[in-house]
Structures are given as C-alpha cells and as structure tokens.
C-alpha cells in the first residue's frame, strides 16, 4: 500500500490538511500534489466543509519540490518536456487551492521554502512563528522560483523587498515575513498560533458561507483584473449573495445589537 503524505481531518467544518512525509521534511511530493489536489475535489463537493487549513507535521516546515528526485533518479536525464511538467504541476495546484469558495489558512510554524512556500502563497491567510525561517533558494541553486514565487509572493511583498528577498536567495524570520506581508500574522510560538487559530476558525464558521464565497471572488478580480472589471465583478457579487436571501434574519439581528451565527442559524448576544 503506497503511504499517504497528507492526514485529513474535519471537524466542525474545518478541514486540516497536514502533511506528514517527515521523511522528506514535509516536501512536496508527487503524493502531496495529488492529495492535495484531491482534498480540494473534496472541499468543493461537501458542503460541509467552512474552512481548510493546510499545516505539516515534525517540526512545522514546509519543504521544497521533492517530487524532482521522484522522477528521475539521475536528475540529468531530466527533459525539457519533464521542467514543463514540473511546473505545471505546480502552478495547477497552486491555482486549485485559490479557487475553492472557502477559504484557506496555511499553517507554517517552522517556516517553509521553494515550492513549500510558493503554495502556501495561494492560501487566504497564512501564519507562522516569529522563529520561522523563510526562503526562495533557487537562485542560489541554477533555477528559478517557478510555481509563483516570482509572481505572487513578489506581490505580496514590497518591490524593493521582493528583488532583495528573490534575487539573494536568503533566509528570513516569521517576524521579517510579516513585515514584508509575505504571511498574514506571525505568532510568538506554536500554542499562540493555535490559540490565535482557533479565534479565526471560530470566526469564518460565524460567516455566511455565501458572503464569503463571493468576497473571494472580488478578491480574485482584486489581483486579476482592471479596477473597472472589479468593479463589474462586486457588482455581480452583490445581487447574487442577496438574492440568495440569507441576510434577512441576519441583518435584523445586527440591528437588535446582536450577532448572526451560521453555526446554528440562530442570532446570539
């Protein structure tokens, strides 16, 4: 029987993902790309599932594109036809994981680096430790930060950063990364951050799924599009979430001081 790289879990709405190929230092495998990739099939046939957090087991890291010495073991017989393999693996699942309605919390106490990073910028939220260490190596290894590195982590951070950050290839602390706005929150270990966790799971389950799927989508258009075509796309956003007609009990509550709870369809103090 091949060994799973990922354990799912789901309770009260909350799928983690974590990844335990502690062999590997939690790297991306040909099996963390499947898995991975399955788990976000399965988001988008339950609806059930609020939110998904992808974590990794041992000491919290997320490793690079393991995966290379899966398909070869002489990395010279790799081909051209084999890199644009490599790499549009990477970019689909990047992609699969921002276009989920949920949304989707990467964990990285211990920090992550290569391709391990690069997917966990198309997360929603992603937080770390002060402690943590980040990096885009590649530069220093002949290659290039090819699953988003360049592009999406480039826009997070600063211009002037970014070239710092990617052209050197050097390490970074959780604490540098916030303040690069490379990850959403880094806190001061691993027990703030599930403290801290729980607090944002306990929030997205009291969020209208509906209201959060289409803030998503203004957020893509936010990335994507012209501020006119975003504006076309909120526009959309809000006749289709309204005319869902889930605000109502909601709205009435708001204005009576108290809050609305998804959970239980039931307003509370």
Not at 136 to 161: C, D, H, M, N, S
Not at 247 to 267: I, L, M, N, Q, S
Request: charged share 25%; aromatic share 6%.
């Amino acid at each position: 029987m091949t060994k799973r790289h990922i354990a799912a879990s789901l309770e009260d709405g909350v799928l983690t993902l974590t990844k335990v190929n502690i062999e590997t230092r939690q790297g991306i495998s040909m099996s963390v790309l499947a898995e991975l990739g399955d788990a976000m099939d399965r988001v988008r046939s339950d609806g059930s599932i609020r939110c998904v957090v992808i974590d990794a087991a041992g000491d919290g890291f997320h490793n690079g594109a393991v995966m290379l010495g899966e398909m070869a073991t002489d990395l010279r017989t790799l081909t051209r036809k084999d890199y644009r393999r490599i790499i549009d693996l990477g970019h689909g699942l990047g992609r699969n994981i921002a276009a989920i309605d949920v949304p989707v919390i990467g964990v990285a106490t211990g920090g992550a680096l290569g391709g391990g990073l690069e997917l966990l910028s198309r997360c929603d939220l992603l937080y770390t430790t002060k402690d943590a260490r980040f990096s885009f190596p590649e530069v220093t290894l002949g290659l290039v930060a090819g699953w988003g590195g360049t592009q999406w982590a480039g826009r997070y951070i600063p211009k002037r950063k970014a070239q710092e950050f990617l052209l050197l290839g050097e390490e970074i602390d959780g604490t540098t990364a916030e303040a690069w706005n490379l990850v959403t929150r880094a806190l001061a270990d691993r027990a703030a951050l599930d403290a801290h966790l729980r607090k944002v799971t306990d929030r997205l389950r009291s969020c209208a799924p509906v209201s959060l799927r289409w803030h998503k989508e203004c957020l893509r258009a936010l990335w994507e599009k012209s501020l006119t075509e975003g504006e076309a796309v909120e526009a959309v956003a809000v006749v289709e979430a309204m005319s869902e007609g889930v605000w109502f009990d909601p709205v009435e509550a708001f204005f009576k001081g108290r809050r609305w709870d998804y959970t239980t369809g039931k307003a509370v103090d």
